[in-house]
């Protein structure tokens, strides 16, 4: 009982806006320095070392970007709403300000995807764009996003919006599971999942790394943006606080 | 009459409530005990959280710090309950434009489950003198006639507790004189009014608590 | 229980009471049905196949058109504030006011649905599937839409928010929706998309009130 | 003069304050575009047929969903009283007000119109024609959209009465937006049709106006 | 100051004035002559028709019967030339919920074409006490904040006429001074104002017009 509430006290103190400003101001430099360090190896197996496709050509590669940005954009939604019931439950303000610094980086992510899907989809389909499940559902998750920031921009005040926007986080979260599972349900033109983590991979080794290395990247610069935008909205937040006004940051 | 409003002795307290809007912190500390039958007068100065301070005694917005108890318990636990036993009438006079008087008077009744005949209402709506406007849209009304209806429920409800926010800006001589009466007969039935005003009204009361939020103030004054 | 009774009540007069809004979400629906043979030509075979599509979207479209205001009206004249200290618990009260709002703008758009499905070329059956469906489906749609409402209160641009907000929402309703009249017309049987929406129907019934009250609260605090 | 460029700085000022309402309007415009495909399948010869049809009555349905509440919040707030009583003939305040309207909301869907023409598979020269149409047709459509929320001010069923009146008004427009296109992809030429839209437009530029002003005369009295 | 103000000598005159709003006539025969330098108080009972007067009298509506006249010249042949010598402030505050209290001055003032500095604006906003207030969207000041804003106009216009519907509504009493002074102020460079209010506000002033519309009321009192 005592460890349980000591840990909990030490959960809460990391989640008040005074420890975690200077924590983040600290770790985004590193979380940004180790996304370069990994883009620049993934990029350079993916386009250097990784072999010329035998149906695609090169047109291929743009999967080192396709694929981690897909991932992300799912990804970040699910950290969102996982922020949302952290919001909901605790009441941590942190919580909703990194739900909020996330959802930008989760929107270009989506659409790095369209973008990169629809390059790919006219040379290997013959069109930009098809009306598939996937691709559609991944459209609506762009949308979802969209709709989460459009809502809190209109929100002025910041306790309404951090509530308002946990619950559509909460509520739009169902979709996610749809985008994953839509080549499964749906027979579609879209590829089926060729990483998992039961069966081997389908893939040739160093594609699979570079992927790999690309997802960690953009993994970890996500990370850093974010702590970079939760460390503005303290600031925009806070900036009556004494705390900060010590900092000498207002 | 008395005995059945009444069955335990009322008592609206507060103690340190503390409100923040935005960034913005308005006051900290109120604290105030009111027994039966005593009006409670908020004052301040424009903006200083008159209507912060009522929405927070009934429950619409949460204050940052403090809580406020009627006949001892708090009233945070049940808030359904706590709302059954008070009438609260804000800036807003909460009428609808395509209903007429009578029918606005209805369906306010009738959302606090206070129903009451037709005449009751048409004999309220009399007693502020809109009667001979009971059938005419609340739409097009004047500025003060709306304010009128909306205080008709006054003149039906058995709720012990009235908050009543600025109840008689744009009302003319006669209807704050008859508001008044309201009132004073309230609080001789052992009833409670927390009232804002900026208009001088002479009220005849035995017991009149004072709560001056420019002292609870956390700004310098403008 | 009587005060539920009485905010249904007081709902539906306002509504008759403003008759030509009634009237504006069916006349919104037919006229968005009607303009897709004028902006596509007339060619029955292509109108048939986009039937059940368009009407669909027409009556999403119609249901959201109202339903931006639903909450409004009475944050604005402070009739929200009583409804919140009145005896109703609010995912009841709300429950009502969306209840109501379907009965006036989603059962004549059902009823006139058969109608638009002949323009389309539609046959007998196909209409009864379509039907059904959007009897099943327009409850979801006021539900989600009464979420987006409530969570957009009060802000200047909120009514031109919650399209955004809940038409992403939505769609899977449609799918379903316009699935079932497709799946009906290439004989493979539109039962299974029509339980799968009467499912949906129930969770959100559920569900969605208590959401809607929570959004409530949060927007008029 | 003086006066009507502050009218139209304030107007563009206050829609820079509600962002989320700008970028609404885009993303109801896209998402309605994108639900057709979504209730009709997935077939691309039946989605290019479609294809400036689904275009222009989503730019249809978008233009007039910011316009129902035009003049709403200027009533509601006593800001009309003052404009009637400004130093601008109120038929060219209202004329600055729909002019900063349609800067800010149908601009952006005129340069979003050709990504959704790509979605649809139109080819790079349909596309030039549809966005030319909507340049050209926005601006009407935004014009009866005005007079339509002109008149229906005041109105508590305003907002939603609004589209009922002005879509049958708006039909020849969005006859001729997409029949341009469709011209085009038979090989016919748009430039007969694209012509007639100028010509319409110039004549409602002139005449709308004074119309609008006189409606919000008779609303505010 | 006050010949650049007002070329010749002012007069508002109202003759015959009638009114009905639906199938109700409110009130006829009203008239009066304010020369310049005078207020006029229009008094009457809730619903007796004040906002409607001044509506019609600053053009808003049109009465069924009589006429206004400037300087002796009828008002209804050049509404806009009309409309350039008053400053009107009805029921309602005329603010935008989503422009700060400047932004909402600047707005007000170029719709009028009385263009005028920042500073300016800022020192009209400060003198009725909301300069610490400047930078809040409109929405979310306090009731009584919001009238201040509206009011503050008054510090800036250099209309000879002003016409103010209820314009201590909601006020605090230094708001209220505040408001009395620059009344008075106007009313001593020869400007008029037209005002109704239900609050006994005491004004020094020279020349008092009292326009009952109780009296001149085509209805039994309620
Ligand atoms: C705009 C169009 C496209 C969109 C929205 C899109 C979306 C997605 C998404 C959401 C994923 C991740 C899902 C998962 O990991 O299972 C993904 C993965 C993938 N996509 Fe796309 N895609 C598009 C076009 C394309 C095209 C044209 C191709 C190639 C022909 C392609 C090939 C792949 C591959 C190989 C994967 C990895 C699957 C795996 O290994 O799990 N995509 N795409
Ligand atoms: N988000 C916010 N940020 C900063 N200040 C705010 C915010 N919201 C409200 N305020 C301020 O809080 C106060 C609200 O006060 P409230 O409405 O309770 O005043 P009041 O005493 O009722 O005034 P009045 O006499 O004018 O009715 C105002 O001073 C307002 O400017
Ligand atoms: N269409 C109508 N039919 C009948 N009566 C109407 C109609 N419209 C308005 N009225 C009445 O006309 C009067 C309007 O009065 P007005 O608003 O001018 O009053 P006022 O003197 O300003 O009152 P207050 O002191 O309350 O502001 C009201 O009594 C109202 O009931
Ligand atoms: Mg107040
Ligand atoms: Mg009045």
């Not at chain 1, 986080?169 to 996610?176: H, I, M, P, S, Y």
């Not at chain 2, 004999?123 to 009128?148: C, D, E, F, T």
């Not at chain 3, 109202?66 to 009841?92: I, K, Y």
Request: proline share 4%; net charge positive.
């Amino acid at each position: 009982m005592a460890t349980l509430t000591a840990s909990r006290s030490r959960f809460f103190r990391y989640a008040s806006p005074a420890t975690f400003y200077p924590l983040a101001g600290r770790l985004w430099p590193w979380f940004a320095a180790v996304a370069a360090v990994l883009a620049l190896a993934g990029l350079a197996i993916g386009l250097l070392i990784a072999p010329t496709d035998a149906t695609q050509g090169d047109s291929y590669r743009i999967i080192f970007i396709h694929v981690p940005a897909a991932w992300m954009s799912m990804f970040i939604y699910l950290v969102m709403a996982f922020y949302a019931v952290l919001t909901f439950v605790f009441q941590t303000r942190l919580s909703a300000m990194m739900m909020r610094a996330l959802a930008p980086t989760g929107a270009m992510f989506t659409f790095i995807a369209l973008w990169t899907g629809a390059l790919w989809g006219k040379p290997t389909w013959g069109a930009w764009w098809v009306w598939d499940a996937r691709l559609t559902s991944e459209l609506i998750l762009l949308f979802l996003y969209l709709g989460f920031m459009a809502l809190q921009s209109a929100i002025d005040d910041t306790r309404r919006a951090d509530r308002a926007g946990a619950l559509v986080a909460l509520v739009g979260v169902v979709n996610v599971p749809i985008i994953y599972f839509s080549v499964k349900w749906w027979n579609t033109l879209h590829q089926g999942a060729s990483v998992s983590l039961t069966r081997a991979p389908s893939m040739a080794r160093e594609m699979l790394i570079g992927m790999l290395l690309m997802a960690l990247a953009c993994w970890m610069y996500s990370i850093a943006v974010a702590l970079v935008r939760v460390r503005a909205l303290i600031v925009e937040r806070e900036r009556d606080a004494a705390w900060l006004r010590e900092a000498g940051e207002a | 009459m008395l005995t059945d409003l009444l069955p335990a002795p009322n008592l609206l307290s507060a103690t340190g409530l503390a409100c923040r809007r935005g960034e913005r912190r308005l006051f900290k500390g109120v604290a105030f005990s009111a027994p039966a039958g005593s009006l409670v007068l908020v004052g301040g100065r424009n903006g200083s959280g008159k209507t912060s301070l009522l929405r927070i005694l009934v429950g619409l917005s949460s204050a940052v710090a403090g809580s406020v108890a009627w006949c001892g318990r708090p009233v945070a636990t049940d808030p359904l309950a706590w709302a059954a036993q008070l009438f609260y009438l804000g800036h807003a006079s909460a009428l609808k434009d395509d209903l007429d008087a009578a029918e606005n008077l209805e369906l306010a009744c009738s959302l606090a489950a206070e129903p009451c005949s037709r005449d009751a209402r048409l004999a309220a709506l009399a007693r502020l003198g809109v009667a001979h406007r009971a059938g005419l849209p609340a739409r097009l009304l004047s500025q003060g006639q709306r304010r009128r209806v909306a205080l008709a429920r006054l003149a039906l409800t058995h709720r012990p507790l009235w908050v009543l926010d600025e109840p008689f800006v744009g009302l003319d001589a006669i209807a704050m004189a008859e508001l008044g009466q309201l009132i004073e007969t309230h609080l001789m039935r052992s009833g409670i009014v927390v009232l804002t005003t900026h208009q001088a009204v002479d009220l005849v009361v035995s017991r009149r608590i004072v709560v001056d939020l420019d002292a609870a103030s956390l700004e310098a004054p403008a | 229980m009587n005060a539920l009774v009485a905010i249904m009540r007081f709902e539906l007069l306002l509504a008759w009471r403003r008759k030509s809004a009634l009237a504006t979400t069916l006349g919104f629906f037919v006229i968005v049905a009607s303009l897709f043979p004028l902006g596509l030509g007339a060619d029955p075979q292509l109108l048939r196949l986009i039937g059940s599509g368009v009407v669909w979207v027409a009556a999403l479209l119609a249901t959201l058109l109202g339903l931006a205001r639903l909450f409004a009206a009475d944050h604005e004249d402070g009739t929200l504030e009583q409804l919140r200290l009145s005896c109703v618990p609010l995912p009841l009260a709300a429950l009502a006011k969306i209840g109501a709002h379907w009965l006036v703008t989603a059962v004549p758009l059902c009823l006139a649905a058969p109608i638009l499905g002949l323009q389309y070329g539609l046959s007998a059956s196909a209409i009864g599937v379509l039907v059904a469906s959007l009897v099943l489906g327009t409850p979801v749609l006021c539900l989600l839409g009464a979420m987006g409402a409530a969570l957009t209160l009060g802000l200047r641009a909120g009514g031109v928010l919650v399209p955004v907000l809940v038409l992403p929402l939505e769609v899977p309703v449609l799918i379903m929706g316009a699935g079932s009249v497709e799946a009906h017309m290439n004989g493979l049987g539109a039962g299974p998309w029509l339980s799968l929406l009467a499912a949906l129907l129930i969770v959100f019934v559920l569900a969605t009130p208590w959401v809607v009250a929570f959004a409530l609260r949060i927007s008029s605090e």
